[in-house]
């Protein structure tokens, strides 16, 4: 077997060959629009997004038929609508995180996007994004359903939430969407992140209720404890400064801290 000799041209030709580019990097707003359709794509997603504008439709006819006329107010039907979008928005928060793995989507997702942090980011914007979306929708209905109201019962419509009210009340929902998607990020399990959503929403609500009623030392300390309880001061109008203390200290606690531990989980775990 005899070798072949490469000739000095073509040596030096592939020697000169210049190297294949990397290619660019995918657009941040490219991921976040992937992400976005991500939220409406499964069933689940889709019909949680929905009930949004059903619920809140619900809750402004049942606010018209049967609340007394002095609740016939803005305040009275913008209450009305966020108690229900205040549960259903955060289990979208959850599920834009775990359904990487309840679905098994995250090899493919970080295969493509191989800097996690990029794609947790993309899922972090959308959630912000449709809860101030979703509660821009809500107040629109809201006030449908105060002018109609007002009109069936011959009365001027009474506006009586201003724009820091309704600037507040955005930002209680997006706290709650984030607590929903920090349980996503620390727990990767549907199922198990939407248990620990109602247990911390309603279970420690109850126990730190009953706590504060029995024990006056708890309840001097609750604002500086329970997250939940400090961010019932944005429904309130204003808040003074020792109350946005309480809330940035028990946000630190409850959502930053615990937000941290999971991201630098997630961004080590390995992907099956």
């Known amino acids: 077997m005899t070798a072949t000799d490469l000739s000095p041209t073509t040596a030096a030709t592939a020697v000169r060959r210049p190297a294949r580019p990397a290619p660019a990097p995918i657009p941040f707003a ?3 629009g992937v992400e976005l359709r991500k939220s409406f794509d499964t069933r689940a997603g889709f019909w949680l997004l929905a009930s949004v ?3 809140a439709t619900l809750a402004t006819g049942a606010t018209m038929l049967w609340a007394p006329d002095s609740a016939l107010t803005y305040e009275g039907f913008a209450s009305a609508i966020g108690f229900p979008m205040a ?5 979208v928060a959850v599920l834009s995180v775990t359904s990487e793995w309840s679905q098994r989507t995250g090899l493919t997702t970080f295969t493509l996007v191989p800097n996690r942090a ?3 980011a993309a899922k972090a914007v959308v959630v912000i994004g449709i809860s101030v979306a979703s509660m821009a929708l809500a107040m ?3 006030a449908i359903g105060t002018v109609l109201g007002s009109a069936a019962l011959g009365i001027d419509p009474v506006w009586d939430s201003s724009a820091q009210d309704l600037a507040l009340i955005v930002l209680a929902q997006v706290l709650g969407m984030l607590v929903g998607f920090m349980l996503g990020v620390v727990i990767r399990s549907s199922a198990a992140a939407i248990v620990a959503y109602f247990v911390y929403s309603f279970v420690l609500t109850a126990i730190s209720e009953a706590l504060a009623a029995f024990q006056e030392w708890f309840a001097d300390a609750r604002p500086w404890i329970d997250f939940n309880y400090a961010q019932g001061s944005l429904f309130e109008g204003s808040l003074t400064g020792t109350q946005w203390a309480q809330l940035g ?4 606690v409850w959502l930053v801290l615990p937000m941290a531990f999971g991201l630098w989980r997630l961004m080590r775990s390995e992907i099956k």
Do not use: N, Q
Not at 87 to 91: A, F, G, K, R
Not at 249 to 252: A, D, L, P, S
């Open 118 to 120: 990029r794609s947790i």
């Open 30 to 32: 490219r991921i976040v």
């Open 53 to 55: 504008v059903i619920t």
């Open 140 to 142: 629109v209905i809201g």
């Open 249 to 252: 200290v028990t946000g630190v």
């Open 87 to 91: 549960v259903i928005l955060p289990m």
